[in-house]
């Protein structure tokens, strides 16, 4: 029986690290999680972060200032967990992988690997109501809040509309 449950365990958590590690910190679930999916950190490497943290007066034509304390708070969340600080997941390394040094996108979208993974999408199939933006991870990746984008887990709305 033991063996038994060791040997799920040990699946479990080879499948979790398949994806990336799961929003842990209830800060980040409060502040970054009421306008959009809570973006893991795992899905960013510490300086497009750090990029990102550093104005969010001007974030993506929004103001999502906070006050000094909580951005120093959710930035070292963010470094601690981010895609170059937790390559014992698959998805948060490929992302590192892709990025040339030099380039510090502050989006998950414009990182090579998301560019490369998302390519076959149409464009009908992101721009309709129940999608509307690529960012909108959770409307196709139905695990998404787990850390888990596997193919088995994306339903993406209206699909059959789009069969030939
Ligand atoms: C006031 C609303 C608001 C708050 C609060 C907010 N955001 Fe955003 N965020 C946006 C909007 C709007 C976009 C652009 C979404 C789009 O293009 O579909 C965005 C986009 C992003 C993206 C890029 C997604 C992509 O790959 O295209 C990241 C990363 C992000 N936010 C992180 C954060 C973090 C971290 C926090 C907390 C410090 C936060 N956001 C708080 C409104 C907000
Ligand atoms: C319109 C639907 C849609 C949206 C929105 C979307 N994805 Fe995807 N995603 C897909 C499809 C389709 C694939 C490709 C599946 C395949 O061929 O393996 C994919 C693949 C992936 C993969 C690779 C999975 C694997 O196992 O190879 C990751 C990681 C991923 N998406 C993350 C995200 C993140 C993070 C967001 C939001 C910033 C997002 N996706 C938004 C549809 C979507």
């Not at 699946?11 to 800060?27: E, R, T, W």
């Not at 999408?121 to 721009?127: A, P, V």
Request: aromatic share 8%; hydrophobic share 30%; with cysteine.
């Amino acid at each position: 029986m033991k063996k038994i449950v060791s040997l799920i365990v040990l699946i479990v958590g080879i499948s979790y690290a398949s994806g990336v590690k799961p929003v842990d910190n209830q800060l980040y679930k409060d502040e970054c999680a009421s306008c959009h999916f809570g973006f893991q950190p795992g899905l960013l490497p510490a300086r497009s972060w750090v990029k990102l943290m550093g104005d969010l007066e001007n974030h993506f034509k929004d103001d999502a200032s906070l006050d000094k304390k909580d951005v120093e708070t959710l930035t070292q969340y963010l470094v601690k967990n981010s895609s170059d600080n937790s390559r014992n997941y698959k998805r948060s390394r490929k992302i590192t992988d892709s990025i040339p040094r030099s380039s510090t996108p502050v989006r998950v979208s414009q990182t090579p690997y998301f560019k490369k993974e998302h390519r076959e999408l149409r464009e009908t199939m992101i721009s309709q109501k129940e999608v509307k933006s690529i960012a909108n991870c959770t409307a196709c990746h139905t695990t998404a809040s787990k850390g888990v984008y596997k193919e088995r887990y994306i339903n993406i709305p209206n699909y059959g509309k789009w069969d030939d």
